[in-house]
């Protein structure tokens, strides 16, 4: 079993470091386990798993992450994802003139020891079974990352990126933001059939929609830059039934 | 072993003895061949140096155009490359300017009357036929002096001649090949296809070894009417070489001409593409990508020439800037009084990757029609940090990131070939580059 543990983290924007966005947040995942943050827009959930994965755009200006007890503030984007972690972007890059087949391939081959030679039926082979899984067109695999890519199409080539390269934490931006419920049924589904003990998973999201198709074991909610509540799935329940504004009255009270 | 190599000879360098010995060489050749070298020869002492006043070398460095010392290699030298891997009709490979190697032209390509050979073997067996595509109508956008250079000395290069009718998708390969110090040499190629001919033709300019060279390359390409011709020339010159590449391009009526010229090598190295649009519904297709590093510079120059109305050309040329290289891309649209319905584009994109590097653009309009399309365009951009990072996020490491990205910036270009064997050929020639 892998942990991922966030500890007292603070973040800002590289632009300015004296405005914190995350204030002093701690959570631990392990492998096997999903949890769910739920917040209000502007709380700073996006800023969170941007800043884990290393964004150049955020600074984090206390605190640690941590996989298996190693700091990986350290570390290069590249090297945070080779250690095991994997971020579903909520907008994610169009990358014109890279085909996902390129770009996958060069994913996979970053993991492979040095002078180790990728194995290309092998390679294809599972790459078409994640697509069928996931209901891309074989197609898709000669047109550029994401790019003319319909919204749901972005979110489902994210999920076939984390299916091939199998992380041990996944953090999830809003996975479900512009889908229908077909492209999220079909996302939830591919969720679902990786969750297992080698996976951890931080989905990210401001409504409960989501949760209907991945059941969370743990949610979190989160205000103004930290985690003011956890629970289990009926938090989110009972999020939806009261609006955020129930939490707001709630810390205000304390 | 030749006296030469034992004492100071006066044949050495590119002097008039070394001419008269060049020339005295190739009696055998038609008399109007020899003639059209000795005026070439001529032509090149009376023309001044390119001069700091000439807008055609305007940011050009004018200090490093020096020939001194330059000699004509007449060994083939050790060296003997392969032929290429990918799928080709035919082939012809010169080292050090002597034909070294050549892959037979397939026997149904020879019965529909395919000619390609090497220039000094066309010359003898279809004189007429050079002699009425050579320098019909050359490129002169600044470099008339080295091109009269390469008239006086070519005897490498290969003549191509697709006659009315053929089909051909299968490329043919040329390949020329410096080694040594100081070597210098002249490809000429033409190429010329009949009507509804349809025809690739791909030049590899390649030094073998780190010596200091300098080659002058021309080409006249010819599509008549209805035909398709893909021409690329590659070059891969040593870090040493003073280059220059001269393509005159004529399109004559629905005739479609795709050239890409792919450039790595050398110190300075010039490439001036002239495009002529003779008749109504021609098309050229003018490409480029550059990958500048050290201190090379890249020097671009190019003409589109609307003569008939109803004609269209694009040209896109992509530079990728690194270290302290230099690019100038010069380029002017002329459309011609008669060329109304002309629609024209040209665009210059620069990825600069070095704060240092230095792209300059100059694109230019002459228009003297009234009812046309034309636009213009040069930008410099950087590589996307958004891009960057996600390609990061997902373990890809930051030199193959931006990598990538670079390729992702040339695939727009290299796209538009439609033979993938050549694509990859290309892409890996490109990528040899960045793995140095």
Not at chain 1, 63 to 82: F, Q
Not at chain 1, 209 to 237: C, T
Not at chain 2, 296 to 309: A, G, I, K, M, N
Request: proline share 4%; with cysteine.
């Amino acid at each position: 079993m892998s942990s991922l543990e966030i500890r007292d983290l603070h973040v800002a924007l590289a632009d300015s470091p004296e405005k914190p966005i995350v204030k002093g947040l701690t959570l631990t995942i392990k492998t096997g386990e999903v949890h769910a943050i739920m917040g209000p827009n502007g709380t700073g959930k996006s800023t969170l798993s941007k800043a884990i994965a290393g964004h150049p755009d955020y600074v984090i200006t206390s605190g640690d992450v941590l996989i298996d007890g190693k700091s990986i503030l350290e570390m290069e984007p590249d090297e945070r994802a080779r250690a095991g972690l994997f971020l579903a972007f909520q907008y994610p890059s169009e990358i014109p003139g890279v085909s996902i087949a390129n770009f996958l391939r060069a994913a996979v081959q970053a993991r492979m020891a040095e002078g180790e030679e990728l194995d290309a039926s092998g390679y294809y082979k599972r790459l078409y079974s994640k697509m069928d899984l996931l209901k891309i067109d074989r197609k898709f695999t000669s047109r550029s990352v994401n790019e003319g890519f319909s919204g749901g199409e972005k979110k489902r080539c994210e999920i076939l990126q984390m299916a091939m390269l199998e992380p041990s934490f996944s953090l999830m931006d809003e996975t479900d933001s512009g889908l229908d419920i077909d492209a999220l049924k079909i996302v939830a589904e591919g969720v679902n059939a990786m969750r297992g003990e080698k996976l951890g998973v931080l989905l990210i999201t401001h409504y409960q929609r989501l949760l209907d198709y991945i059941v969370p074991d743990f949610v979190h909610v989160m205000y103004d830059g930290r985690i003011v509540k956890s629970g289990d799935k009926n938090l989110a329940l009972e999020l939806e039934a009261k609006g955020y504004d129930w939490v707001k009255t709630e810390l205000a009270a304390v | 072993m030749s006296v030469s190599s034992l004492s100071p000879s006066p044949t050495e360098g590119l002097s008039s003895a070394r001419f008269e010995q060049h020339l005295s060489q190739r009696s055998y050749l038609p008399a109007w061949w020899l003639e059209a070298k000795a005026a070439a020869w001529n032509q090149f002492n009376t023309l001044p140096s390119p001069a700091r006043t000439d807008e055609t070398w305007r940011f050009s460095n004018l200090n490093t155009l020096d020939l001194e010392g330059f000699e004509l290699p007449e060994d083939a030298s050790q060296h003997i490359p392969n032929l290429s891997a990918f799928p080709h009709a035919a082939e012809i490979i010169f080292s050090n300017r002597q034909l070294v190697a050549r892959s037979a032209v397939p026997s149904d390509l020879l019965a529909k009357g395919v000619i390609f050979a090497p220039l000094d073997e066309a010359l003898r067996s279809h004189g007429d036929l050079v002699r009425e595509y050579f320098q019909k109508l050359p490129a002169n956008l600044g470099s008339e002096k080295f091109v009269a250079l390469n008239t006086a000395f070519t005897g490498s290069g290969a003549f191509l001649f697709v006659p009315k009718g053929v089909e051909i998708a299968e490329p043919f390969v040329v390949q020329h090949t410096l080694s040594g110090a100081n070597k210098a040499t002249f490809p000429h190629t033409i190429v010329i296809l009949g009507d509804n001919a349809k025809a690739t033709l791909v030049e590899f300019f390649v030094s073998a070894d780190n010596g200091r060279h300098l080659a002058s390359g021309v080409n006249d390409l010819h599509a008549g009417p209805g035909s398709q011709l893909v021409y690329v020339g590659a070059q891969n010159w040593s870090r040493d070489t003073l280059a220059f590449q001269t393509n005159s391009i004529v399109v004559e009526r629905d005739a479609k001409v795709l050239s890409l010229n792919v450039h790595l090598g050398g110190r300075q190295a010039r490439h001036e593409s002239h495009s002529r649009l003779l008749g109504p519904g021609a098309h050229s297709e003018m490409l480029a990508v550059t990958v500048a590093n050290g201190a090379q510079e890249f020097d671009q120059r190019t003409l589109q020439t609307h003569v008939s109305p109803n004609t269209t050309s694009n040209l896109l040329y992509k530079n990728a800037l690194l270290d302290t290289a230099k690019t100038i891309f010069s380029g002017l649209i002329v459309v011609e009084p008669d060329a109304q319905k002309t629609d024209a584009y040209q665009k210059n994109r620069n990825l600069m990757l070095s704060d240092d590097a230095e792209a300059n653009s100059l694109p230019g309009l002459e228009i003297q029609a009234n009812d046309v399309k034309c636009s213009h365009g040069s930008t410099s951009s950087r590589i996307e940090p958004e891009q960057e990072f996600y390609l990061q996020s997902r373990g890809i490491k930051p030199q193959a990131a931006k990598q990538m990205l670079v390729f992702a910036f040339f695939e727009e270009v290299l796209n538009k070939l439609e033979n993938e064997d050549l694509h990859t050929a290309l892409r890996t020639l490109i990528e040899s580059k960045f793995k140095k």
